[in-house]
């Protein structure tokens, strides 16, 4: 008896000390409104059944103010969509982490790269990194960007008359090809998984593991993730990605560098094993590097180009607009190849894709996490340890920001004189900062030029009202339902 006596005065005193510990937690939690979900779990249960309403933060967030507090599991998540605390947040060197529940998701599923890597190994891989994304190698991927999206533009065409066609994953299709041909080069042509698309699936599979590991941390568990069938899934993708990540780094390496290396220009693959042979990385590394680059690439791009093709079938009186803007940089229809010079003139198409990056974010949540303690500009301090998430999606829509038509498609928001009167964090698709997207000038080139073809060459409409858009919770911009689309000729 007096041992169980004992063992419960144990517990209690444990008890007191885990909550002590946690106290600096819970006084960030008086200060903030907020949900604390259910203990342990916090609000991932609450996010699974509400997955299809990622408007119920901007709702929540319209009641209780722009910074909420909320649990994910045991870690508090503050949750912002005020432009001055994301700029404290994305200035400052004590937030250059991403949380650790998505860090060791993403390092359980595609390796050690730029994207998940934290303090101080990130900033120095992030150097190395760099020149891999300066402009004089974007500009060798215009034949690439032109040749992919030609054979996107003759696919379309056998679209015209079908009446609307689920175009998602053509696209996502397309600029897989491209980024797998930016980041890796020509040797994947020949590649069995490349052609048959299987690549592409197991990196969709894969990122879709991530999602579920973050959001459900319990899920990393090896035993919880062997019973729920999610490790047979991980290892199959992991492995088909690896092999054949393998073979051409491989086959790279057995190329006798000295003699060509003035002539192969800086891209991510080369970088990388330059990296490698000058001993900065490891042969993991280059591996984990380049299928980073892919997932952080492919989707967001495709997703970009689908959401602004929607956005223009749904509003046709702006898609008009660029039709005209299109045509008199592109006066003919037939194969044209776009250039640097030509997407300068593209001013009004400039505005659309920031538009749709501004209503259809393909990045819509980051969770950044507190490596010190820190001081945000109204005061609060947030202990180490705490998840802040950058809500971009409630950021974008602010109305404290964008007005009341904050909701609707309206590219003169990216007017100049619109520009300059916003705070310069209330547009934050590639995140901002020093750990902002690395490939940023890429993106916008890819999703420019792809919409440059289409446009010209067709005319997309709808019947899909946007006030029926649902946005599902999600690592990347989830539709519930994809709005199809119609293609028509251009003269
Ligand atoms: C429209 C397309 C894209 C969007 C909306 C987008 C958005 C983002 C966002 C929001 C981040 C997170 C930054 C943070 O944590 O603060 C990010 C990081 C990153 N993106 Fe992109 N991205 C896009 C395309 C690309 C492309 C084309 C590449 C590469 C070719 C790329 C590579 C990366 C990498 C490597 C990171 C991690 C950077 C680091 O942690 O240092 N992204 N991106």
């Not at 088909?240 to 003699?259: G, P, V």
């Not at 299928?291 to 749904?314: C, D, N, Q, Y």
Request: some cysteine; hydrophobic content about 40%.
């Amino acid at each position: 008896m007096l041992a169980v006596h004992l063992l419960i005065i144990a517990l209690i005193l444990w008890w007191i000390r885990f909550l002590w510990s946690r106290r600096r937690f819970y006084m960030l939690m008086l200060q903030l409104p907020g949900k604390m979900g259910l203990p342990l779990l916090g609000i991932a249960l609450e996010h699974l059944i509400k997955k299809r309403g990622m408007t119920f933060r901007s709702e929540f967030m319209d009641k209780h103010g722009s910074t909420v507090l909320s649990w994910l599991g045991p870690v508090p998540l503050l949750v912002t969509r005020d432009p001055t605390i994301i700029k404290d947040v994305l200035v400052s060197s004590e937030c250059i982490n991403k949380s650790s529940h998505t860090v060791s998701a993403m390092n359980n599923c595609i390796g050690f790269g730029l994207l998940a890597l934290r303090e101080p190994i990130w900033s120095v891989r992030r150097k190395l990194m760099n020149p891999a994304f300066k402009t004089n190698v974007l500009l060798f991927f215009f034949p690439i960007l032109n040749d992919e999206t030609k054979k996107l533009v003759t696919l379309l065409d056998t679209f015209i008359g079908q009446g609307e066609t689920d175009v998602l994953r053509d696209i996502l299709r397309w600029s897989f090809r491209v980024s797998i041909k930016t980041t890796l080069g020509s040797d994947v042509h020949d590649d069995e998984n490349f052609k048959n698309n299987k690549l592409m699936e197991s990196y969709q599979s894969i990122a879709s593991i991530v999602t579920l590991n973050t959001v459900m941390p319990f899920l990393q568990n090896n035993l919880i993730a062997k019973v729920c069938g999610i490790e047979k899934r991980r290892l199959k993708d992991a492995d088909l990605i690896n092999t054949t990540l393998k073979n051409i780094i491989d086959k790279r390496l057995k190329c006798n560098s000295e003699n060509t290396s003035l002539h192969i220009p800086n891209t991510v693959i080369n970088r990388a094993i330059k990296l490698y042979r000058d001993g900065d990385i490891s042969y993991e590394d280059v591996a984990s590097e380049c299928s980073i680059m892919i997932s952080a690439a492919f989707e967001t791009s495709g997703l970009t180009v689908w959401h602004t093709l929607i956005l223009l079938a749904m509003f046709p009186n702006y898609q008009d607009l660029a039709y005209e803007e299109l045509k008199r940089v592109f006066p003919t229809r037939e194969d044209f190849e776009v250039t640097d010079e030509d997407m300068q003139q593209l001013t009004y198409l400039d505005r659309v894709v920031n538009e749709s990056l501004r209503l259809l974010p393909a990045i819509p949540f980051l969770p950044r996490e507190t490596s010190e303690d820190f001081r945000l500009s109204n005061g609060i301090l947030v202990p180490r340890g705490v998840t802040i998430g950058i809500d971009i999606f409630s950021t974008h829509r602010n109305p404290d920001v964008w007005g009341s038509g904050a909701g609707t498609f309206n590219p003169d928001n990216f007017l100049t004189e619109n520009i300059l009167e916003r705070h310069p964090y209330a547009f934050i698709p590639f995140s901002k900062g020093k750990r902002n997207c690395i490939g940023w000038k890429f993106a916008l080139m890819t999703a420019k030029l792809g919409l440059a073809k289409i446009l010209r060459n067709f005319e997309v409409g709808t019947t899909f009202r946007y006030e029926d858009l649902e946005f599902v919770d999600n690592f990347v911009m989830e539709l519930a339902q994809s709005p199809k689309l119609e293609f028509k000729r251009r003269g």
